[in-house]
């Protein structure tokens, strides 16, 4: 019996050493170290340009006929940017649609005022200018043919091309 007793006593003790082994704080002779690093990063401005095609309709001459469309800009945020406008096949001062050897005279203006031309800023024509909010932004172009035009009948086109800076 004597033996059974030191046997459990041996079983016993090992048990609550392994239980204590496991629930023992780390020894004291651990240390730990540190490192800092750096993160970065850079944004860099961006922007993106659509333009929508703008349709006069019908025209007989008798009266202005006028018309918008919309540019599309989407620019990183904050960042500034202009967009100009080409003169197309005419000049700023009087821009033209073609049909064959056929001309039609309109302009494109910043306001439904159609006192500003837009343009590329030289002359007496103006870019509209903004700030990216990181979303698409629209502007409006206004066009008008004026009364009075004498052309022939038939389809008339030209060619705008829009131009973001920032």
Request: hydrophobic share 35%.
């Amino acid at each position: 019996m004597k033996y059974e007793n030191n046997v459990r006593f041996a079983t016993f003790a090992a048990a609550a050493l392994v239980i204590a082994l496991a629930f023992a704080p780390a020894s004291a002779s651990a240390t730990t170290a540190t490192a800092n690093f750096a993160v970065s990063a850079t944004v860099t401005n961006t922007c993106t340009i659509s333009a929508a095609a703008l349709s006069f309709g019908a025209y007989t001459g008798a009266a202005a006929v006028t018309g918008t469309s919309n540019i599309t800009v989407n620019c990183t945020n904050l960042a500034i940017y202009t967009v100009g406008l080409s003169s197309g096949t005419g000049t700023y001062t009087t821009r033209t649609m073609a049909n064959g050897t056929s001309t039609l005279g309109y302009n494109l203006y910043t306001t439904s005022a159609d006192t500003t031309v837009w343009g590329d800023g030289t002359g007496s024509t103006a870019t509209v200018a903004g700030t990216g909010t990181g979303s698409n932004q629209t502007l409006t172009i206004y066009g008008k043919i004026p009364t009075g035009e004498n052309s022939l009948s038939g389809t008339y086109s030209d060619t705008i091309t829009a131009t973001i800076t920032y």
